[in-house]
């Protein structure tokens, strides 16, 4: 027989292994323990999430791995223009080309060849910058900054861009299958509220990512509950779902390789 510890009821408990139960599914059911039996379910569950947690780690780590590698609109450009772009838009005004000149320190012609590159960009009928990531423009997901209504193009943006625009968001967005409200407030550095608790994020990786709004941001939705989200599990066998705080975590390293572009004593994304 084999004697293991585990811990059960948080007291560690020292068994022999009698037997082992297995359902059609080879998931284990029950110990079968000298004087006593214990459910297995607790002790499995346990031992469950703990591998969840690291498998949905080393995914989120191979996706961040894979945007990396390909930078998608603007390539290098982003270094210095993505981050001053979010700030400049979070004070609920178009951004003007010398504006994003004037505060990048960029030759304005190189700002105006950059621009024309992202087919993505948002502009108005002057030419000015309404969105990139961030938007003037509605969309399902809100996103209150300093009591100003703007909008994010997809569920991650919401959660990436507190700690790059430095302030705390309140976000209200629809579940994509029930239209139940999912509201939270995120600050930099963590998610302060969720309601539902439940509520996941669906992220897929895309294969091109030369138009990231058309490839990537169009399928990353809130969803009330992982259950909520079946049918677009089904109807995206490449996507996945990750709770809310997962989620952020991911989108706090994406926006990593942005913290350090643009003036530092200002508030602004693109993955």
């Known amino acids: 027989m084999t004697d293991l510890v585990v811990i059960f009821e948080k007291k560690p408990v020292e068994m022999s292994i009698l037997k082992i139960y297995k359902s059609y599914d080879n998931t284990l059911e029950r110990f079968w323990i000298p004087r006593k039996t214990y459910s297995i379910k607790y002790i499995f569950l346990r031992i469950l999430q703990s591998n969840e947690e690291k498998v949905m ?16 609109e603007g390539g290098g450009s982003m270094k210095w223009l993505f981050r001053p772009l979010l700030q400049m838009l979070t004070k609920g005004e178009p951004v003007t080309v010398e504006d994003i000149a004037t505060t990048t320190g960029k030759p304005l012609d190189e700002v105006k060849d950059i621009l024309s590159t992202l087919s993505s960009v948002e502009l108005d009928e002057q030419g000015r910058v309404v969105g990139f990531g961030l938007t003037l423009i509605p969309t399902p997901h809100r996103f209150e900054v300093d009591e100003k ?8 943006d919401t959660l990436m861009f507190p700690e790059l625009i430095g302030h705390m968001v309140h976000i209200e967005s629809p579940c994509y299958s029930t239209g139940k409200p999912i509201r939270l407030t995120v ?50 066998p490449n996507g996945k779902v990750y709770p809310v705080k997962e989620a952020f975590e991911l989108g706090r390293l994406l926006g990593k390789r942005y913290e350090e572009s643009g003036p530092t004593n200002e508030s602004c994304c693109d993955i």
């Open 57 to 72: 780690k080393t995914e989120i780590q191979e996706l961040v791995t894979l945007f990396d590698q390909n930078k998608g």
């Open 149 to 156: 209504q703007l909008y994010a193009w997809c569920a991650l």
């Open 187 to 236: 600050e930099p550095d963590r998610v302060l509220s969720l309601e539902p608790t439940t509520a996941v994020v669906s992220i897929v990786t895309p294969d091109d990512t030369s138009s990231v709004r058309s490839s990537f941001c169009n399928e990353v939705h809130f969803f009330s509950t992982e259950s909520a989200a079946q049918n677009w599990l089904n109807q995206h």
